[in-house]
C-alpha cells in the first residue's frame, strides 16, 4: 500500500488555511482536461479523458436482448468499472471492490435517472428484443477524482455511438439518442476547506466527498456524499453552485471535443 | 460467407493488402503513465495494448515469496469493449492461460536474483483486439520492464505467423486467424534467438512449420528493432549536451 | 571537459569486451562481452564500464542516509519505508529513546517521517536503518517530495555545491535523502522555489553548466541574497 507521510498532510492543511493548493489552483479550479472520443475501433463509442494525470477510457458495447419485465418497451443499459492495477500500486486484480462498485453506480445513475439514454427509443420487438447498452469504464492511471473523470468518459463515449443496426441486420447504423447529459463535478472536505476536482494528495486525506450533477437548466440531477465525515449545509450551497458554474465549463468543453 | 472469402490471391496480395511477409503498422511509446513506475502504450495494426510494471516489491501474499530470486507476475487482461461482442469483465481461462505463457517467457530474461523476496507485477490491458493480442501484450510488456529500470538479460519481443490457403504468411490479420489453417505465436530473446514462448494451432507440415517459425522470428527482430527506438526515444532528450 | 556525449543504454546493449574492461555495476558478462543490464547511462572509469539506471526504485547501500516513512509499529521495532523494493526494519535499540515493550506507537507512528541511516543490507535484501547518529531525528513540519533516486546525486552537487546554492537563495532548510526524498522547510514561496528548481535539476540533469544556469535562475527568484 501506498504510504503518505503525515507532514504531507499537515502541509496541505497549512496551505488551504492560507486559501491556497499545493499545485497553485483556485478552491475551485480544475486542473487541464482532454478528451478524445472514438479511439476503440471495437466498440460502437468511445472516449478517453485525461484530467490532470488522471486517464480514463470508456467503451460502450451495443447487444440486442430481453427487456426487462417491467419495462416491454424499453432498452436496457448498464454501467461497470474497472479499477485495474495497471492505474495504481494500490489497485489489485479481482472482482470489483466497492470503490469501483461505488463508481460504477454513480457514473450509472447520473446517465439513466436523468434519461440521458432515450431507451424508448431502443426497442426493436415491444416485450422480445431491445437494444442493450453496454458502459464500461478502465482507469489507466489514477491521480484524483475518478468520479467526475469517469462520468466525463462515459458522456463523451456515449455522445459519439453509433448503435450497431447493420451488424444485427436491423436497418443502417444509427447514432445513439441522447438527451442533454448532466455534468458531475466532484469535491473534498479536510480540515474545513472544501475543494474541487480533488488531487491525488487531497482525496488522501479528504474527510468528506460530494458529487452534483447538474443540467443546462442549472437543475441538479444526482447527487452522492461519500467518506465518513459531515458537510454544513453551507458548504452544500457552495458546493452546488461552484458545480453548476464548472458544469457549464465541462459541457462546453465537452460538446466541442465531441465536435457538437 | 466463409466461402467467399479470399484470404489471399494469386500475386500474393492479402486481405489488408499486405503482401506473405509484411508486418501490421505498429507504434510503439515508453514511459506513457504517472502511477506506474514503467509503462508502455503500443498499437499494432489495429490492436492497442498498455502494459504497465510496478515493482519490484515485496511479493505479497507471503508464501508467494521466493526467498532467492523475485517472481514476475504477468496478468494479460482484455477490456470489456475490446472485442466485437463485449467480453464479461474479469479473468477468463483464456487471459489466465495467456497471462502464464508470457509471465515464464519474462522470467527467462529478467534478472531476477537481485529481488529475493519481491515480486515485479507487469500489468498488460487489451483495449482493442484485432488477432495477435498475445504478441502484442508481450511486446509492450518488455518495453515497459526496460523502462521501469528493471534489470534484464534481453527485451523480449514477440510475433506471429501463420498459414494461409496453403502459404506462409507474417502476422495474422483478424480474418486471417479467423479463417487461417494455422497460428504460430512465438516470442524470443532477441540477443541470442532464443525461444521464450511458442505456441501453435491448426495444422502445418514439418516444412511448414520450420518456414512459419524462421518467418515469426524475423518478424520478432523487426519489432525488436522498434522497441529499441521507443525507449531511446524517451530519454533522448536527455542524450544532448548543452 | 569537451564535447563529451553522455550515452543512453538500453538492456543487452553490447558495450564492451570483457578482456580489456571491467563489469561495473548495471552491467553483466556473457560469451566474453559486457553487456548493459538496465536502461541507463553508461560511463567508463579507471577501466571499468558501468551503467546508471536512469529510473528504478532506490537500492539500499549501507550508510546511506534516507528519509523513511513509518509504516507499522510492530512490538520492538517498525517496519519504515524507504522506497527500496523492501520495507527496512527499525529496532527499539536503534533509536535514541528508552523504549518499552509494545510502547514504540508513543514514539514513532504510522506516518512519521524519520532522517535515518542504512545499517544493514544482507544476503536476502533485509534491510536495518538507524536512527543513532547525531543527524538524524523525527521529522517535524516542512514538506518531504519525491525525485528519481538516481537523480540524487545531482541535484546534491559536487561537494554539495548545487544542493547549497538552492539553499542559500530560498533560505530553506533542505535534505536530500539518497532513496530520492527531499525533505524542505521554510516560508511557502521558498518551498515553492526549491520545488520547482529540483524538478528543473531533475529534468536537466545531465546538461553541463547547470549549475550555473541554476545560480542565474535563483538568482533572479530571491528577494535578498546574503
Redesign the interface.
Given at each position: 500500500m501506498t504510504i503518505t507521510a503525515t507532514i504531507k498532510q499537515d502541509y496541505l492543511v497549512k496551505l488551504a488555511q492560507k486559501g491556497k493548493r499545493a499545485d497553485g489552483r483556485a478552491f475551485d479550479e480544475y486542473r487541464n482536461i482532454k478528451i478524445e472520443p472514438g479511439i476503440i475501433s471495437k466498440a460502437e463509442g468511445s472516449a478517453r479523458v485525461t484530467l490532470g494525470n488522471t486517464q480514463v477510457i470508456a467503451g460502450i458495447k451495443m447487444d440486442v436482448g430481453e427487456p426487462y419485465p417491467d419495462s416491454p418497451d424499453s432498452g436496457v443499459m448498464s454501467t461497470a468499472a474497472e479499477l485495474i492495477p495497471l492505474a495504481s500500486p494500490d489497485f489489485e486484480a479481482g472482482p470489483p471492490r466497492e470503490n469501483a462498485i461505488e463508481l460504477a453506480r454513480v457514473v450509472d445513475r447520473g446517465i439513466r435517472e436523468s434519461g440521458v439514454i432515450d431507451v424508448e427509443k431502443l426497442c426493436i420487438e415491444p416485450g422480445e428484443k431491445v437494444w442493450i447498452v453496454f458502459i464500461d469504464i478502465h482507469i489507466i492511471d489514477y491521480d484524483g477524482n475518478l468520479f467526475d473523470a469517469a462520468s466525463l468518459a462515459a458522456l463523451a463515449a456515449l455522445l459519439t455511438t453509433k448503435v450497431p443496426a447493420e451488424r444485427f441486420e436491423l436497418g443502417e447504423d444509427y447514432p445513439l439518442p441522447l438527451r442533454e447529459p448532466p455534468i458531475s463535478c466532484t469535491s473534498v472536505k479536510f480540515n474545513g476547506v472544501v475543494v474541487m476536482d480533488p488531487s491525488l494528495d487531497e482525496e488522501d486525506i479528504a474527510e468528506a466527498r460530494l458529487t452534483v450533477a447538474t443540467d443546462t437548466n442549472g437543475d441538479i440531477r444526482a447527487m452522492q456524499k461519500g467518506l465518513n465525515g459531515s458537510f454544513t449545509k453551507e458548504e452544500i450551497q457552495k458546493v452546488i453552485k461552484a458545480s453548476t458554474d464548472n458544469g457549464k465549463k465541462l459541457r462546453e468543453q465537452l460538446n466541442r471535443n465531441i465536435g457538437k | 460467407m466463409k466461402s467467399d472469402i479470399k484470404l489471399i490471391d494469386g500475386s500474393g496480395k492479402r486481405l489488408d493488402g499486405r503482401t506473405p511477409d509484411e508486418l501490421r503498422k505498429i507504434k510503439i511509446e515508453a514511459g506513457v503513465l504517472h502511477r506506474a513506475e514503467g509503462s508502455c502504450y503500443l498499437e499494432w495494426g489495429n490492436n492497442k495494448v498498455i502494459a504497465a510494471v510496478y515493482g519490484p516489491r515485496e511479493a505479497i501474499p507471503r508464501h508467494t515469496q521466493n526467498p532467492l530470486r523475485a517472481i514476475v507476475n504477468a496478468r494479460y487482461n482484455m477490456a470489456a469493449f475490446s472485442v466485437d461482442d463485449r467480453k464479461r469483465p474479469g479473468p477468463d481461462r483464456r487471459s489466465r492461460e495467456i497471462s502464464k505463457v508470457i509471465s515464464e517467457a519474462l522470467e527467462k530474461v529478467v534478472i531476477m536474483e537481485q529481488f529475493p523476496r519481491a515480486s515485479i507485477d507487469v500489468n498488460i490491458e487489451v483495449l482493442d483486439a484485432e488477432a495477435g493480442t498475445r504478441c502484442a501484450g508481450l511486446t509492450a510488456a518488455g518495453v515497459a520492464l526496460a523502462d521501469a529500470g528493471i534489470p534484464m538479460i534481453d527485451i523480449p519481443v514477440a510475433c506471429a505467423a501463420g498459414k494461409i490457403e496453403g502459404q506462409i504468411v507474417l502476422d495474422l490479420g483478424k480474418e486471417e486467424d479467423n479463417f487461417g489453417a494455422a497460428d504460430l505465436p512465438v516470442a524470443i530473446s532477441p540477443r541470442t534467438g532464443e525461444i521464450l514462448l511458442l505456441q501453435m494451432d491448426g495444422h502445418l507440415t514439418l516444412d511448414e512449420f520450420n518456414k512459419a517459425l524462421d518467418l515469426a522470428i524475423s518478424g520478432c527482430y523487426t519489432v525488436s528493432e522498434l522497441q529499441k527506438k521507443a525507449l531511446l526515444n524517451k530519454y533522448e532528450s536527455i542524450m544532448e549536451v548543452k | 571537459m569537451g564535447?563529451?556525449?553522455?550515452?543512453?543504454v538500453?538492456?543487452?546493449q553490447i558495450l564492451g569486451d570483457a578482456a580489456k574492461f571491467k563489469a561495473g555495476r548495471?552491467t553483466?558478462v556473457?560469451g566474453g562481452n559486457i553487456?548493459a543490464?538496465?536502461?541507463?547511462i553508461v560511463t567508463r572509469q579507471g577501466g571499468y564500464i558501468n551503467v546508471t539506471?536512469?529510473?528504478?526504485?532506490y537500492d539500499p547501500i549501507e550508510g546511506d542516509f534516507v528519509i523513511g516513512?513509518v509504516?507499522e509499529p510492530m512490538a520492538s521495532s517498525w517496519l519504515v519505508?524507504i522506497n527500496a523494493?523492501?520495507?527496512a526494519l527499525l529496532h527499539v535499540n536503534e533509536v535514541p529513546w528508552d523504549v518499552e515493550f509494545g510502547e514504540t506507537e508513543r514514539y514513532l507512528n504510522?506516518?512519521?517521517?524519520i532522517m535515518a541511516k542504512v545499517l544493514q543490507v544482507d544476503a536476502?535484501?533485509k534491510l536495518q536503518i538507524t536512527l543513532k547518529d547525531r543527524n538524524l531525528y523525527k521529522?517535524?513540519?516542512?514538506?518531504?517530495i519525491d525525485v528519481e533516486p538516481s537523480k540524487v546525486p545531482r541535484i546534491i552537487g559536487k561537494k554539495g555545491s548545487m544542493i547549497s546554492l538552492v539553499k542559500k537563495y530560498t533560505r530553506c532548510r533542505i535534505f536530500v535523502g539518497q532513496n530520492g526524498r527531499i525533505w524542505i522547510d521554510g516560508d511557502?514561496e521558498g518551498i515553492a522555489t526549491v520545488i520547482q528548481t529540483i524538478k528543473k535539476i531533475e529534468e536537466?540533469?545531465?546538461?553541463?553548466?547547470l549549475t550555473n544556469q541554476i545560480e542565474t535562475l535563483l538568482k533572479k527568484d530571491a528577494k535578498d541574497v546574503h
Open positions: - | - | 564535447t563529451e556525449r553522455r550515452e543512453i538500453i538492456p543487452s548495471g553483466f556473457e553487456y543490464e538496465r536502461l541507463g539506471a536512469v529510473k528504478g526504485r516513512i509504516e519505508n523494493p523492501y520495507p504510522h506516518g512519521d517521517s536476502e535484501k521529522i517535524k513540519g516542512g514538506l518531504i511557502e536537466e540533469s545531465l546538461t553541463y553548466g
